[in-house]
């Protein structure tokens, strides 16, 4: 069973671009957060595993597929999130991150922004710290 973590908002936004998409950060003040460089945060989220894309797609031209090929062709431990799929690339897809077999190290996220903000949410629900 997972302990959800404690309530508050950890996440913000900070930008939606012309394509919807946004992008967050860890609130900075969170105490015990420091900033990282980008090869840390590359590092710290490809360290551990396993990965969930949530987003993932059947259709081999979207960039929910590819992502999930390239975990896939790198040998990583990954679990496809769709709720509208059953299996994505031959892999049983899960509805939403609460149903996965076990808790992600990380998530790739290639949502609408509508979808990513609730999705960071629930990833900070699961204590789920490494998101791109």
Same mark, same amino acid.
């Given at each position: ?36 460089? $980008?090869?840390? @945060?590359?590092?710290?989220?490809? %360290?551990?595993?396993?990965? +969930?894309? /949530? ?43 609460? $149903?996965?077999? @076990?808790?992600?190290?990380?998530? %790739?996220?290639?949502?609408? +922004?509508? /979808? ?17």
């Amino acid at each position: 069973m997972r302990t959800p973590a404690p309530t508050g908002r950890r996440f913000q936004v900070r930008e939606t671009n012309r394509h919807g998409t946004i992008a967050v950060g860890v609130d900075p003040h969170t105490p015990g957060v420091r900033p990282m460089t $980008s090869q840390q @945060q590359i590092d710290a989220f490809l %360290s551990g595993g396993p990965h +969930a894309v /949530v987003g993932a797609s059947r259709d081999r031209s979207k960039y929910g597929n590819k992502v999930l090929r390239a975990y896939l062709q790198n040998h990583r431990e990954v679990y496809p999130v769709n709720p509208n799929s059953k299996e994505v690339e031959g892999i049983e897809a899960f509805p939403d991150l609460a $149903s996965l077999p @076990q808790l992600p190290h990380g998530i %790739s996220m290639i949502t609408p +922004a509508e /979808v990513t903000e609730q999705v960071v949410e629930q990833a900070g629900d699961l204590s789920i710290k490494n998101l791109w």
